[in-house]
C-alpha cells in the first residue's frame, strides 16, 4: 500500500494534483448545469460535485470553484435564482464533456456543441432536451467555504422530469436502465452496473 501525504500532494504538478484530488472521492454523479445569464444566453457547465442533503424539504448542493475568474454558472445562479441539473447519458458525454470549454459568456454551450434548450414556462434555466433525467432546483443557500475560497450552493429542488420507464415504484429513480453516468477525476466517464440491492440493515443483537 502507497502512503501519499500532503506535503506529497503539494509537490505534485497543477495538472496532476487536480486529477489526484479530483479522484480521491471515487466514482461521482455528473450533470450538466444549466443556467441563463442577465442577457437570455443559455449556459452549461459539468459538474460533478452535486450532493442529496436532505429529503424534506429537498435539497442539493453543489461545489463551485474559486470566483478569481469568472465563474458564468455562479454569476448567473446568484442573478437568476435557479438552475437545472440535467444527468447525463453515453450519446450526449462528448458534448457534456466540451462544455467544460471556456467559452465567453455570450457564447451559449448550447450552440457550441449541438445540444438543445427545452424550456418550462416560469423557469429562467434552461433544461437540457437530450437529457433522460433533469431536475429544476431555487437557489436556498449559497455558503462560503473559507478553508479554501469555495462555495456550497445549496438548491431546493422544485421540478423533477424523468423519463416514463425511469421512475421505479418504491420511488427510486431507475439510474440503470436511464444509462446515467457517473465520473472521476476532470475526464474519465463511467456507466453504472448494479452490484446488489440489501433491505434495510437493522442493529443485530
Known sequence: MKTIRAHDIEAMDKLARVQFATSLPGVKPVCLVGTR?????????????VVH?????????????PDVVERHTLANIVESGCWTLNHLHPAIVGAAHQCSARYPSDVSEFDATGLTEHCEPDFTAPFVAESRFRLGLELAELIDIASNGTKLIVGRVTMVQVA???????GSIHL?????????A?????GITPLARLPYAKARV
Open 53 to 65: 442533503l436532505g429529503s424534506n424539504p429537498a435539497l442539493l448542493g453543489m461545489i463551485t470553484r
Open 37 to 49: 445569464n442577465t442577457g437570455g444566453i443559455g449556459n452549461l457547465a459539468p459538474f460533478s460535485s
Open 186 to 190: 476532470l475526464d474519465t466517464y463511467f
Open 176 to 184: 440503470v436502465g436511464l444509462e446515467a453516468v457517473a465520473s472521476t
Open 164 to 170: 416514463e420507464d425511469g421512475l421505479d415504484p418504491d
